[in-house]
């Protein structure tokens, strides 16, 4: 199996790839090829995929971590190219309208398609249960208990009634690849937060996770979470490689790398393949 950072932000010195804030990953197996959020547009993700030597219309089933704009904006784009009626995985909230409030204004930042856009050009396969996509590629379904604290920004918002209130962020998933016995667990914004998802994780697989790469949105975290979450991932000794991006946070970044050491967290800029 093969994993490969397609959109992030971050790009490399001197590298072909195209950033922007936003993400995407490529998962390449035996049984075909899953591409997991699509960054925000399909300028830069369909530059990337070329450069990757990945036709679109060779990629089985789609995969979306969440509504937000930097993980589904290249969609329409992608729409256009992949073979019709493949599998597009997600959690059944996809389509709630969000928002981001900056300064007084209201924007839109959720899914730009429709559900009839969208069931027009795939099988939308939307659930809030774990789902095997591929074989050994499975999302994480919806991670419900949260006792730790999630990944969240106070700007983001839904409205409920007459009310706008904080984005429950129901729709945050992640996907599992089973590596034989071993997991590695892909990340998208990891609203739901890095901690509760990796207990979800470890309670539904039962098995070590030997990776964890994505977007750990621990860019509003204290210092004291931050210090939480190091010592939790020390704790678990089965983790090889930490390949933080996107949403995580340079301090959060630089945290992580004190505490595990560079060897194990890595760098994830668009092109990125991972060493699992
Ligand atoms: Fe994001
Ligand atoms: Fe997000």
């Given at each position: ?50 450069l ?40 059944p909230d ?15 930042m959720g ?14 396969r ?6 095997e ?11 419900a208990?949260?006792p ?22 129901r ?29 979800h ?51 959060a970044?630089i ?13 994830c800029?668009?092109?990125t393949?991972?060493?699992?």
């Amino acid at each position: 199996m093969n994993v490969t950072c397609v959109v992030d932000d971050a790009v490399q010195r001197s590298s072909p790839f195209w950033g922007e804030h936003g993400l995407a990953f490529l998962i390449e197996t035996e049984a075909g090829c899953v591409l997991f959020d699509t960054g925000q547009s399909g300028t830069v993700l369909l530059h990337n995929l070329e450069l990757l030597d990945v036709d679109p219309v060779t990629i089985n089933a789609l995969a979306i971590s969440h509504a937000h704009y930097d993980h589904t904006g290249g969609l329409p784009a992608l729409l256009e190219r992949v073979h019709p009626a493949i599998p597009l995985y997600a959690n059944p909230d996809l389509f709630r309208v969000r928002f981001s409030r900056q300064g007084g204004e209201l924007r839109s930042m959720g899914l730009s398609l429709t559900r009839e856009e969208l069931t027009t050009r795939l099988t939308l396969r939307l659930s809030g249960v774990p789902q095997e996509i591929l074989p050994g590629v499975w999302t994480t379904g919806e991670i419900a208990s949260r006792p730790e604290p999630e990944g969240r920004s106070a700007r983001h918002l839904v409205r409920e009634g007459d009310a706008l209130v904080p984005d429950p962020y129901r729709d945050d998933m992640a996907l599992v690849l089973e590596m034989g016995d071993r997991l590695v667990l892909l990340c998208g914004c990891c609203h739901a937060g890095l901690l509760n998802t990796l207990a979800h994780v470890q309670r539904i697989f039962e098995r070590p996770i030997v990776a964890i790469a994505g977007g750990l949105h621990l860019t509003s975290a204290t210092a004291d979470h931050l210090q939480r979450v190091s010592d939790v991932l020390v704790g678990m000794e089965s983790v090889q490689r930490v390949y933080p991006n996107h949403c995580t946070g340079e301090a959060a970044f630089i945290a992580l790398t004190l505490t595990l050491g560079p060897s194990v967290v890595r760098p994830c800029p668009a092109g990125t393949v991972l060493e699992m």
